[in-house]
């Protein structure tokens, strides 16, 4: 489980979007996720091997399909090794500026 | 339903990891100052409390099966709001994976888009990077000792 699978597991749009359709809901089969992308089932299988083999994901199997669910573990072991402590907050304050200036202007 | 499911890999044995997570000395170094309290026995009550001894959350041993499988009946005690959403069920599965144990935490409750889920979901992954730390390396993480600000 290294890191080096985490971030090369991160670097492709397709799969971030993967992980982005679990964050809004979570626990959906190969076939509902499908449904949302715009390629093949076959790609969507490989990407989906590829986040689980870097836990990006965690499956249960559920009757004949697999659920699957966003596994925040290891983004969280990332954030842990280069987020100090006492440094939390005030990225927190941040973003949130971010998120509301952003806001404003849409 | 609400659910998630969180998986770490620890390079433990299975007894440590077990032990890691059944024994409140244990628990209380990577659980936001918190332990648990139970005879650990199919049927046992289950309480987690905060250091000041207040319960937090509370349920009963569901299933037990030493150090393979736990299975807890969950709610929590001092938030009226996530009290009201009723017991959850929250499992352990420990297996084998080489020569590291991979750690399955799922947690689930009946209601769909449960405030409960919401909450604990931003402190079990936290929880288990301080584990994870706390066996491989002998040291939690600092930020473990506060509970998440949500």
Redesign the interface.
Known sequence: ?SMDAVFKALADTSRRELLDRLHAR??QTLNELCEQMDMTRQAVTKHLDILEDA?LI?T?KKGREKEH?????P???IA?RWIG?YE?GRLKALSDLKRSLEREDT | MS???????IRTTPQKLWDALTKPEFIKQYWFDMTQESEWKKGASWAMKFSDGRVADAGEVLEIDPPRHLALKWRNEFRPELKDEGYSRCTYDLERDGD?MKL?V?HTIEKEGAKFIEAVSGGW??I??SL??LLEAGAS???SHQAPQT
């Open positions: 489980m979570n626990g836990n965690a249960v669910y966003l596994n925040p573990v983004i969280n072991e842990e402590k939390r | 659910k998630f499911v969180y998986v770490t890999y590291i399955t799922t992954p936290r288990l990077a994870k730390s993480l600092p930020r």
